[in-house]
């Protein structure tokens, strides 16, 4: 997903709340300043600070209901006259709420008319800031920002009305950079590189008549190169429970979610990430001091083990198979990266079979590097990435490119989202688990998440190092 898209979808729920505000605010100067003959005088009057109050809770409610109603899905239909029928919906389920506290509590509105006057500002005022942040956007998508490039698979009414309805209304965002009839070994290769270029961003397969296999295989490859899947209804059964439908031209088109950690989901993970990061920053700060300090007195600088033998930055494999500087506290003695792969060392890799090396008995490895391994402290700058975007706080651990390398396709799924310093393998298993184990748990971890999840990880996570054994 474009980040265009969620600054899109997230910029809503501000410009709402301000809008629902701002009518709430505007039906008080209308119904007590106005000069308005056909409303009676009021015997009792609230303050205006009292009012503004209630006003700005019951907005918070008001956007919870627009929330359910639809008004926040990322990849909606954007149709003006669509989003005018849930604002409608939205408002009068809002105003409706406010009718019963009115009944249950007179005293929270002084005036019948200021809520009948609130509702119908509201509508407005929303409805106009939606068309504003609405033709923004469309005018960006004109222009070829934030848009979403398309590959189209197949040949027939089904494709040419898609391919049509893409080109006409460039308002939905998407431009289509290839049409194929066919899903050769030509054309994955051609779409491998334009991936790579990242001249693409989804593939919509769009012949009903494909076979199941060749359906498969392009659902295969999306995974693979991590990218968008659609499909056009009624072609296949989908191997994914999460699903969603938007049509274009009358045909509805399928999307088959890689992960729950998407739109909402990313940007609410994202703040946890932010805030979480912070707080374990603050709090084991003390414990990184400790654990330099014990570094430099036993094996002199670096502390962190930031670049390998040849001076070249230590990278690691993020999401979507983009690579980054990576940190940790060092653990081993300072020029034996190298051997890593050395045959000497390779007789004892306890993952011998998995694209991972993992070193018995690991004579590189320092005394205090045995101890803050051990206990995961040599993990705590790790925190900085999270911070900095490139990591999550829960999530698959991150690996070495020549590991990733190695990996088969359906190992790559774990790419489609960010790497984490916790995951549901660590606190399942920890080390003891072998890479297929620890890829199904990822796996399940990406279907499931939630922040209940994601918390429930991280509050197990210090019990599970702590124990110095498999977890349950």
């Not at 005394?367 to 911070?387: A, K, Q, T, W």
């Not at 999550?392 to 960010?418: C, Q, T």
Request: glycine share 6%; hydrophobic share 45%.
């Amino acid at each position: 997903m474009k980040r265009a898209e969620l600054l899109f979808g997230a910029i809503l729920v501000p410009v709402d709340y301000l809008m629902l505000v701002l009518a709430g605010v505007t039906a008080y100067f209308f119904r007590f300043y106005a000069e308005l003959g056909f409303i009676p005088d009021v015997v009792y009057r609230i303050s205006f600070e009292q009012y503004v109050l209630i006003v700005l809770l019951t907005a918070v409610v008001w956007l919870v209901v627009f929330a359910f109603t639809g008004l926040y899905n990322i990849r909606g239909t954007r149709r003006i006259v669509e989003e005018v029928r849930k604002i409608l919906l939205a408002c009068s389920t809002g105003v409706l709420i406010i009718i019963v506290l009115f009944f249950l509590d007179r005293d929270l509105f002084s005036s019948r008319f200021i809520i009948l006057a609130a509702y119908l500002f509201a509508i407005a005022y929303v409805t106009i800031a939606r068309l504003i942040v609405l033709s923004i956007e469309r005018q960006l998508f004109a222009h070829g920002v934030g848009v979403n490039f398309v590959a189209v698979i197949g040949e027939g009414h089904v494709a040419s009305v898609i391919v049509h309805e893409l080109k006409q209304r460039t308002s939905l965002g998407f431009v289509v950079q290839r049409t194929y009839s066919r899903f050769t070994d030509e054309v994955k290769a051609e779409l491998a590189e334009l991936i790579a270029a990242e001249k693409i961003d989804e593939i919509i397969k769009a012949d009903p008549d494909l076979s199941t296999e060749k359906s498969e295989e392009i659902f295969e490859f999306c995974n693979e190169h991590h990218i968008i899947f659609k499909y056009a209804a009624a072609l296949s059964d989908a191997q994914q429970a999460n699903l969603s439908i938007r049509p274009i031209g009358g045909i509805p088109v399928i999307e088959v979610e890689r992960t729950r950690l998407d739109g909402w989901g990313r940007i609410a993970k994202r703040l946890f990430d932010i805030i979480g990061s912070l707080i374990l920053i603050i709090v084991s700060s003390p414990l990184m001091l400790i654990t330099a300090l014990a570094i430099v007195i036993e094996s002199g600088f670096p502390v962190v083990f930031s670049r390998r033998d040849d001076d070249s930055p230590v990278m690691r494999v993020g999401q979507n198979g983009k690579k980054f500087r990576y940190y940790k506290f060092r653990s081993m003695k300072p020029g034996t990266d190298s051997q890593r792969y050395s045959e000497e060392l390779q007789d004892n890799n306890l993952r011998k079979g998995s694209p991972l090396v993992k070193i018995k008995d690991d004579p590189r490895i320092t005394r205090v590097g045995r101890v803050i391994r051990r206990l995961s402290l040599d993990e705590l700058p790790e925190f900085l990435l999270v911070l900095k975007g490139d990591m999550s706080l829960v999530g698959p651990r991150p690996h070495l490119p020549e590991e990733v390398a190695k990996y088969h396709k359906h190992h790559k799924r774990v790419l489609n989202i960010k790497p984490g310093i916790t995951g549901m393998a660590q606190v399942s298993g920890r080390s003891d688990l072998d890479f297929e184990d620890e890829v199904r748990l990822d796996t399940v971890y990406m279907e499931k998440w939630s922040l209940l999840l994601d918390l429930i990880i991280l509050l197990k996570t210090p019990l599970i190092v702590l124990r110095k054994r498999k977890a349950l």
